[in-house]
């Protein structure tokens, strides 16, 4: 599902949240997370999803998106978690994928768009 960036940026967001904002974006996606006190569980269990391609971990990422400010809360400075968030967000489009409507959506990587005509 996502390149090894990606999930490695997603990992590190993950292990920033304190233990009770880890444990409810793993409920809000419909999981358990194992031991919610070690952050390395949760890692595991991101890499775990990401290689059976599971829509649990889409739902991770969207409700990531559009609560951000929510978990960034939970993260004393900011700038921890801010800084892996960000690069999240920047490899994603890298991996083909964006937010629409708050709904994570594959899209296509256009370089160069041969298809409009040249004017003048």
């Known amino acids: 599902m996502f390149s090894n960036r990606t999930l ?3 990992k590190r ?16 996606a419909g999981l358990a997370l194992i031991d919610e006190r070690n952050p ?13 391609d599971a829509r649990e971990l889409v739902e991770m990422v969207e409700d990531l998106a559009t609560r951000r400010v ?7 400075p900011r700038y921890l978690f801010d800084t ?5 967000q ?3 489009p890298l991996d083909g994928y964006g937010f ?5 959506v594959r899209e ?10 040249k004017i003048g």
């Open 100 to 104: 629409r409507n708050g709904h994570l």
């Open 13 to 28: 967001v993950v292990t920033t949240l304190s233990p009770d904002f880890r444990r409810y974006l793993f409920e809000r």
């Open 70 to 76: 929510y978990y960034r809360s939970s993260v004393a």
């Open 8 to 10: 490695a940026s997603l």
């Open 40 to 52: 390395e569980t949760g890692e595991l269990q991101v890499e775990e999803l990401n290689q059976r």
């Open 90 to 92: 920047r490899f994603l």
């Open 84 to 88: 892996p968030y960000d690069d999240f």
């Open 108 to 117: 296509e990587n256009v370089i160069v768009d041969f298809s409009r005509k």
